[in-house]
């Protein structure tokens, strides 16, 4: 420790992350920033959590920033650390999580001579990817710069922010020791705006609200919901933010994800006069190939709420633009009176997504059946679970069929990220050990992170993990199903024995070969006190909630 009036490079980033509130890092230790693990070492109420790879270290600080709303935070070295974690921050940036990716960094003296693992990540990283990529260059600017980071990771459109630390930085003696803690600023009186909506709310005959993105509080969901169910009013998500709207409320009417009821997607596109699109960008996916508000309704109005004006007109021009986070939106609705609304067209709706989610099917038609099991986890998942999906064509049972709503958290990759599954759910095990985490996970997925299943042994975390095995890069077999029927080729996987896999890590793992299996090792790991993967041999011919393999091939 240097004296009292001095403090290293290192000590004072480790004093800014606990003024931040930082409670836990994720990542994977490198001799390029030894400084600031030591300093870490006197702040023993930061938890460092060890990771096996950077890519999972990364995936989990984007889980815990989706989850608990703060920054994330992740430490690589540089070179192959920073290179690897790099998937991190695209599901970042792409799903609108704040995160904060800080890596070891060459010595100053050595910059730009292309040292032993040195990349200039202001070029690597530089937006899009990152909102903005910092190096500190003395310690004196260390602080400051950790402030910007924070303010900037969850102002506007919250995203991941890069601090590049020089290993020489770390270790260098200051006197500016005193840690700053930016606010952030937003404009908050939208009330002109709000009674544009009121006027556009009230013209409407069949109006649709869609909700999404980061940064909502579960107060402002409860909030929302209330409004909505005061006025009937339809509410929609957007893809893979079902946890954001009560499944069970009135005013639900499904999901704009990769596998929408296309009755509801006809509905919005066909018939709809008034959007609403809170916390939404609109993207590819919600809007179905930037379909759904442009045709064939000529008379449709669009009002954006977002808090990043770059996103206002960016892909629509709206009748209404509001500057706003969702939860000072949210306030601002409590101030709306007297809306007229078309309480048939919200219940036509509604009907349309019930109709949708409910599984018929009594018996199995595979030896392992995906919609008896979901079936069985539609009744019985807790209220408040933490579901983590991975992507993959497995993910539409939990898009289509899982009931969500705060309490309860969907965790899942916008970007379509692979590997994604393992990670967040042993992060958002760690952060909430108390509750009951599923995630779910394809066989290829999994393969990309499972040696983040140390990562679980080691900090005791104790999710569950259903791995649904069946031999083959599912989306991807699909598509070339569809696309060149009968000319398969890249897309099948040898795999492991995983029950062997897992349990070489001290964890459990249970093989479910049959559909009446589920419920039993559901059970056994519902009890168990450890992490537990429960291997489901599905067919790779029920490839979707609605068509077989050979229905797509011919």
Sequence with gaps: MTDQKTLTGGEILAKALKAHNVDTIFGVAGESYLAALDALYDLPDIKFVTNRQEGGAAFMAEAYGKLTGKAGICFVTRGPGATNAAIGLHTARQDSTPMILFIGQVARNQLGREAFQEIDYRQMFKPPIAKAVFRVERADDMAEVVAEAFRLSQSGRMGPVVVSLPEDVLTEPSERVEVDVKAVKLKTDISREMQDLKK???????????VGGSGWSDRSCVEFQSFAEQYKLPVACSFRRQDLFDHNSSSYIGELGTGPNPELVEMIR????????????????????????????????????????????????????????????VEHLKNLTNIETNDEWCGELHDIY??????????????????????????????????????????????????????GRLLAPTSGAMGYGVPSAVAASINQPDRTVVGLAGDGGFMMTAQELSTAAQQGAKPIILLFNNGIYGTIRMHQARDYPHRQIATDL?????????????????????????EKAWGQALKSNKMTVIEIQNSPDQITTTKSMKDIEG
């Excluded at 709310?201 to 869609?210: D, G, Q, S, T, Y």
């Excluded at 008896?372 to 998942?381: C, E, S, T, V, Y």
């Excluded at 492991?496 to 897992?502: A, E, G, K």
Aim: aromatic residues 10%.
């Design 200 to 210: 556009l709310l009230n013209e409407a005959k069949k109006p649709v609200f869609i």
């Design 354 to 407: 019930q109709g949708w989610s409910v599984i018929s099917k009594e018996k199995a038609e595979y030896s392992v059946d995906m919609d008896i099991i979901f079936k069985f986890l539609q009744k019985k998942l807790p209220e408040n679970a933490i579901i983590t999906t991975d992507a993959g064509n497995f993910s539409g049972w939990a898009q289509r069929y899982i009931k969500y709503g705060r309490p």
């Design 494 to 518: 040898k795999n492991p024995d995983f029950v062997q896999l897992v349990q070489s890590y001290g964890l459990n793992a249970i093989r479910v070969d049959k559909t009446e299996d589920f």
């Design 270 to 329: 066909d018939e709809a006069d008034l959007i609403v699109a809170i916390n939404t960008r609109l993207s590819e996916i919600t809007s179905q190939g930037y379909t759904l508000l442009n045709v064939p309704q000529p008379r449709r109005k669009l009002v954006h709420v977002y808090s990043n004006v770059d996103e206002h007109g960016r892909i629509y021009s709206a009748d209404v633009g509001i500057l706003s986070k969702p939860d000072n939106f």
